[in-house]
């Protein structure tokens, strides 16, 4: 099964702007890409999920080129509380179905 | 609206034990997942259900790990016995239909959190 990967961690100054991305080269046609925040002895937390191009909600925007192996998660002006790790979540292509693949994580730090 | 719900939220028990955690998902969604996060990596899907069925059980450890939706609404995880390697935060999730198509959104409950010394 096709890995889903992220970078392992992110260093930002409050008010920065961060872009978090993830690979996906072998994900299911018909499936939507999902962004999850996780804090510290939570569940992860819903961010933002879009299909291709841009989407923007009142917290990120999510970037999806065209061919769909890539998303990037932007989060404008980030604060402190921001810090946590980000995890998105695809349907990767296994022949027979789709199946949901989280991917490796990306642990944001923001600093003052 | 209420959210995915779990019990207990924090467990320790002794190895060869056995340990069971519950989940009431969210009114209305046919669709309940249990994942399994090991400290430090993503979740990992154990089981699917579609409203009282497995759609996908195929990282299940069934020597050890089973679960059940008997009426389609909550479920139940068992482990027995349990191992220390199964140390871990299992997280239950919810949708009103299962995977991503269609922009289906997966929302997850704050986790049970297990210990195995």
């Known amino acids: 099964l096709a890995k889903t990967t992220q970078p392992i961690s992110m260093d930002s100054y409050e008010g920065q702007e961060v872009n978090i991305t993830c690979s996906h080269n072998n994900i299911a046609t018909n499936d939507y890409i999902t962004w999850y925040q996780q804090f510290p002895s939570q569940g992860p937390r819903f961010i933002i999920q879009g299909y291709k191009t841009k989407v923007t909600n009142e917290v990120a925007s999510l970037f999806i080129p065209a061919d769909r192996k890539s998303s990037t998660l932007s989060l404008p002006r980030v604060s402190l509380s921001d810090t946590a790790v980000y995890y998105c979540?695809?349907?990767?292509?296994?022949?027979?179905?789709?199946?949901?693949?989280f991917g490796t994580g990306t642990r944001l730090q923001v600093t003052l | 609206e209420a959210g995915v719900a779990q019990s207990p939220r924090y467990k320790i028990i002794e190895k060869r034990q056995s340990v069971a955690f519950w989940c009431n998902p969210i009114s209305g969604h046919a669709t309940l997942y249990w994942y399994q996060q090991i400290l430090g990596q993503g979740p990992k899907l154990l089981i699917q259900?579609?409203?009282?069925?497995?759609?996908?059980d195929s990282q299940l450890p069934k020597d050890r790990f089973s679960a059940e939706r008997l009426k389609g609404v909550d479920s139940t995880l068992k482990i027995q016995p349990a191992k220390l390697e199964d140390s871990a935060v299992y997280l239950c999730a919810s949708s009103l239909a299962g995977g991503l198509n269609s922009g289906n959104t997966i929302y997850f409950g704050e986790g049970s959190w297990l210990t195995v010394v």
């Open positions: 259900f579609q409203n009282n069925g497995v759609v996908d």
């Open positions: 979540l695809v349907g990767i292509n296994t022949g027979t179905a789709s199946k949901l693949t």
